[in-house]
């Protein structure tokens, strides 16, 4: 039941950050859409087809994308910092 429940918070989450990200034309909104909805996808595949995605090479793949989106989220914070200060 829990595993319902992620997919759908994933799904809403993503499809508010894409109608923030469009409506207020702002695209630093769009790489946590694309985020979430890639953990939506993940989660349903995991809830509805039953596919272990956590193990193996699917859940290398899982653990590289969240990785790269976090060192991005980073890099992104510390040049905001920079430019602030200035």
Do not use: D, H, Q
């Not at 207020?24 to 995991?46: Q, T």
């Not at 087809?49 to 980073?74: D, E, K, M, N, P």
Request: aromatic share 18%; charged share 15%; with cysteine.
């Amino acid at each position: 039941m829990t595993e319902y429940i992620y997919v759908f918070l994933w799904a809403v989450l993503a499809l508010l950050c894409f109608v923030i990200a469009f409506k207020e034309k702002k695209l630093y909104a769009l790489a946590p859409a694309l985020v979430l909805a890639f953990m939506s996808v993940w989660y349903g595949l995991r809830a509805f087809a039953g596919i272990a995605v956590f193990s193996g090479t699917l859940g290398i793949i899982y653990r590289v994308v969240l990785g790269v989106f976090l060192a991005l989220c980073i890099v992104f914070y510390v040049i905001s910092r920079i430019r602030n200060k200035k």
